[in-house]
């Protein structure tokens, strides 16, 4: 087996190209050398490569199709916009002014006349900066939770509309003339009354024309009777029945380039209703922007405080309305001044300057940093609303029930302690109520006893993002309010909070990103980290702010040690449920249940023929007891499997022969699903004395292993019939399930339901599920590891420790006395269990972590080694080392192990640092939306899907998507097509996904991925900050940049990321068979290719693959995402990379070397090579490439360079994508 050995050849085009590049460059003609100045290394190269085996080699090609597209636009009339600017309470001379000045742009003349009548500074041109677009939309997050379907986003990060009903407002407009105009907006000259009258309800009545109701009046708006209805002698009742009476719209608009909170939104009151006088409106629209300007000097979000006013404080409006009128200007002047007014005009028709640098996202102006008038202010309300809460009778019972738990005995004794001891441990039982009371405590007692202006905010942290989603809504439930209030959270793509929220729910990684950004944590008062991990950057914050609190919730057996780490801060033991918990092991439940293992069952593991013959041998002897004992005992510590039938059978002699001949046969390595399905039968119709209600939680290892049992449940007539006695649920609770989904969980069951959830490990910690009474404990999890001398990873499923099973049993007897069967002997449980779980941090690939390190203002200056021996469990110090040398390798770190500038940026990005370098590829080559699709597929998961009976239809789907010999390619083709079916409407996109096999969730989450990491590449400047960031319903996060179609260029930049993770495809000799038409070469079959990395020799392409099934690539090179290990070495998400590409974006030198005569291309010390039809493309290429790698060096020093306007990256960019092109 050889690679075979391409030869690079570029066209003369490409060629001239190049030379003209160069010579742009440099500014003399580029010089080749002679080639007499290489020495002849005479190597044999045809012991690894195929040579010369005649292949047809394609030097160039024109292209002969022709694109044109002419785009016409139409222009349209004003009425339309007069109408609309007259809602707002404008003067339709000012409005005719507005529009004439922006050439017809309702926006546009909106923004003119707001910051004209209430004097607002003009728009700035320039990019909103990303943390504040983030910040607004989490800010609308909020809204939307508190306001439901009353708030709308019209125009994405323009337009909010909130629909409000305001009674007491329709009513002021309905008021007699006399009162009414006191609500009149007073014009600086006084001739106002015609034509603003002419606009309200003092209308000139005219005579009703007869017949205009009965067809079309041909005099239109110039006839001079009346198109309207007789008016009835009771106007009041016209008013009554009008639907949109009380219906008002808050508009809130944000122009381009507004950095709002940091200054004011333009803000309007509209009326639904047409017969409302909008000049009132036009008046507390007044009051509105006095209120949102005061909110902006102060740098706070006011957009709840406004609507607040609107719907709670109407005395204010009420005596706005009733007092002076301010003065607007005369109607009879022009908006603006003549100069100002061409000035304008004539800025709309210039193009923007060619700017070599753009306006970065930048980093979030500083705001105060004492607490201000408006959170005190907030602060103040929230205490006086908490005091009022305390007698609502729903409260009280909720405080009943929270009485109930373990914790509440605690409550006094917590809340001391944390105001003594800056740092504290409490360690609880599962099921105490550590999670959802403790971070209560501490708030309610601020609320109740707030000294002055003292102020407390809480950041609670999950390990996971279900559980911060989980108990952030018990609690808000508790308190007998909506999440996003004083109660909030925050994880990856979703955040419910508001200027309210003094307690939030999040991940860790969450705070990490917050440490980042704030080192000090600013205006935090404390810190909870529930199921604490190994972390160390807490320490160092204390020495910063002594007056911030932490507190430690861990495990039992692990408080004493945090203890000590926190230099002996002061544990608090909480007890846990008083309801005791039944524990059964794999040989109870064989015995209760009455279950039989055949011998060639596929649950049964392989035994040999002597074993077969001693089992039946063993049981005639136990019947006629002549089994010498004495020499049967089995070392205590042998694990089952190890054992021979007479030693098992002794060792289980208390249990009847059948269930030790089941328990022997028993393949403990496989998941039993059979047995699980019997032993939930029998819980539910079993003969036993255990409870008939109650749910059932089952843990399973991973989402193959739930959807399978998932999917044999259904097939069950006990679990899946409506018209059983009780009715059951079942509720798979995994990772990677949407929110949605996994708060399934969380749902009160409805009466005669009983739930059954298949879970991973997810459900151990943090979430409790109310009804759990049985838990199913199948013993086994998934586990990641990595060997960091192969560079490898594994997803591996392991028995669980000693510590995972208690939790497991913990689940149980949340309401009652419960039960819990374990899936294991008890013999493994007492001697083979690991007593705790390796730590996360010992077993992963650290370079995450180290990037993490090095980002935190307090740790960066700090030697890496001694931080990380400095956490409390520290990985292995090869693992470190290997991770650095890898950083290096990439160019993250330098030499001295300090972060480079392409370092930071990948810090900057929450993915697999290849995968960051793929997203800042493909910003650097405007293929931005591809590269961000592949980059969230990458980081999350491939949208496909196969359900277990459609397997066959499924890969044949899969099919139809395929493209360049690729899996990143394939998943992005099915993306685009999905996406473009959505176009059409969501459930267009819903049966599409339906049709081809994929997940329309997944679908959905890459999209809302993709925007993440588009925001983070606008903090750090690497993408102009006038970027729409737009959500997954509103098709705009793919447009932006480029949509580029151009596979080879995508192959490229997929190599530039991922290199050296390249794969060599191996084919055998040619052979021939003779027919008609001569001697044709016999085709390949799969079997007969192989594939060969640097390192680890030969590996497997995953069956899941593309090219898992191929037999001929156009390039014997395939670049791949990762290398693991299960039943054997395979490679994930592979990509054939064409030969040029593979020469230009690879990392490291290019070197030119002349070997018997042929000159070649060598990369990797030698181990790729290519051979050249001379020295001078070869030169060509070698340069060319270094021009590149300076260029990509000066793009991440200077994120904000423009490669599309810089003249020198212009050119080398423009190169380069010609020849990945055309070659």
Known sequence: LKVEMKTLTISDKSKDLILETLNYLHGEKFMHKEKSSYKDKRMRLDRQYWVDRGNLVIQ?????????????????GNKFALLKLKRYGFHINHCEDALKIVKGDVGAAYELLMCRYFNCDFPKKGDTPANLIEERSQELDSLKEIY??????????????????????????????????????????????????????????????????KGYCRFGSRCKFSHMPASSSKPEMTQLEDPTRNKFDLEVRFPIGSTYPLEPPLVSLVAQSSNYPSEICLRVTDHLQSEVKQGAAMQQPTIYTIIDLLCNRQEEILRVLEGPSPTFYDPSMSLLPDELGTKLQNGLDDDEDADHLWASGGSKSSKL???????????????????????????????????????????EEIVDIVKRYQVVILSGETGCGKSTQIPQFLLDDWMLNRKGSEHVEIICTQPRRISAIGVAERVAAERIERIAESVGYQIRLETKTSVLTRLLFCTTGILLRRLEKDPFLSNVSHVIVDEVHERSEERDLLKKRSDLKILLMSATLNSEQFSAYFSQAPVINIPGRTFPVEQFF????VTSIGYVLEEYSQYSRKVGKQQSRDIENLEVAVEIDTVNRGLLIPHPKSPDEYLTPKQFFYRYKEY????????????????????????????????????????ILVFLPGFAEIMTMHDQLKANSIFNSRNYDCHFTLIPLHSSLTNEEQALVFRKPKPGERRIVLSTNI???????????????????????????????SLETVWVSKANALQRKGRAGRVMPGVCFHLFTSHRYQTVLEPQPIPEICRVPLEQLILRIKMLPNLSDKDLLDVIQGLIEPPKEENLTGAIVRLQNIGALDELKCLTPLGKHLASLPVDVRIGKLILSGAMFCALDSTLTMAACLSY??????????????????????????????????????????????????????????????????????????????????????????????????????????????????????????????????????????????PLKPVDIQFKTKNDGFVHLHPSSVNADRTYFPSPYLVYQEKIKTTKVFVRDCTMVPCLSLVLFSAGKLKVELNYGEFI?????????????SNEIAELLESIKSELQKLLEEKIREPRLNLQTYPRGKKIISTIVHLVTNG
Not at 60 to 69: A, E, H, L, R, V
Not at 659 to 680: H, S
Not at 775 to 789: R, T
């Open 60 to 76: 160039g090609g024109i292209n002969f199709s022709k694109k044109d597209g002419n785009d016409d636009t139409s222009n349209y």
């Open 148 to 213: 439901g379907d009353c708030c709308e986003e019209k125009i994405v990060n323009q337009l909010w509309v909130f629909h409000l009903d305001l009674k007491y407002l329709a009513d002021f407009g309905s008021r007699d003339i006399p009162k009414f105009s006191r609500g009149m907006p007073n014009w600086k000259k006084t001739k106002i009354n015609k034509d603003v009258c002419s606009n309200s309800k003092v209308r000139n009545f005219r005579t009703a024309l007869r017949f205009y109701l």
């Open 369 to 411: 940093d004492c607490l201000t008038d408006e959170i005190c202010r907030i602060d103040d309300d929230l205490c006086k609303k908490f005091a009022t809460k305390l007698r609502d009778q729903r409260y009280k019972t909720m405080l009943e029930k929270r009485t109930e738990l373990p914790a509440w005995t605690k409550k």
């Open 586 to 589: 794999l040989e109870d439940v």
């Open 656 to 695: 009847s022969r059948e269930t030790c001949k089941t328990l022997y046969l028993m393949d403990t390595e496989r998941i039993n699903y059979e047995l699980v399905e019997d032993l939930l039968t029998w819980i539910v119709e079993g003969t036993h004395s255990y409870p008939r209600e109650g749910s």
């Open 763 to 793: 459900a151990e910690t943090s979430i409790t599920i109310d009804d759990c009474v049985f838990v199913i404990d199948c013993g086994k999890m998934k586990e990641k590891g990595f060997d960091s001398n192969k560079n490898m990873e």
């Open 941 to 1082: 998961k491939s949208p496909f899907v196969a359900p277990l009976n459609k397997k066959d239809e499924a890969a044949s789907r899969k099919k139809e998507f395929v493209t360049g010999n690729s899996d990143h390619l394939t998943t992005l083709n099915a993306y685009k097509c999905w996406k473009r079916a959505t176009q059409k409407g969501r459930q267009a996109g819903y049966n599409f996904a339906n049709e081809n096999f994929l997940s329309s969730k997944t679908l959905a989450t890459l999209a809302d991925i993709k925007v993440q990491f588009l925001e983070l590449l606008m903090d750090i400047g690497f993408v102009p900050g006038d970027i729409q960031v737009n959500r997954r319903r509103t098709n705009g996060v793919d447009r932006i940049y480029e949509i580029t179609d151009n596979q080879k260029l995508l192959a490229a930049l997929l190599c530039s990321a991922l290199y050296p993770n390249i794969v060599k495809v191996m084919t055998p000799d040619k052979h021939y068979v003779l027919s008609l038409a001569g001697a044709l070469p016999t």
């Open 1161 to 1173: 291309i060598s990369l990797d010390d030698g181990w790729i090579l290519f051979s050249v039809p």
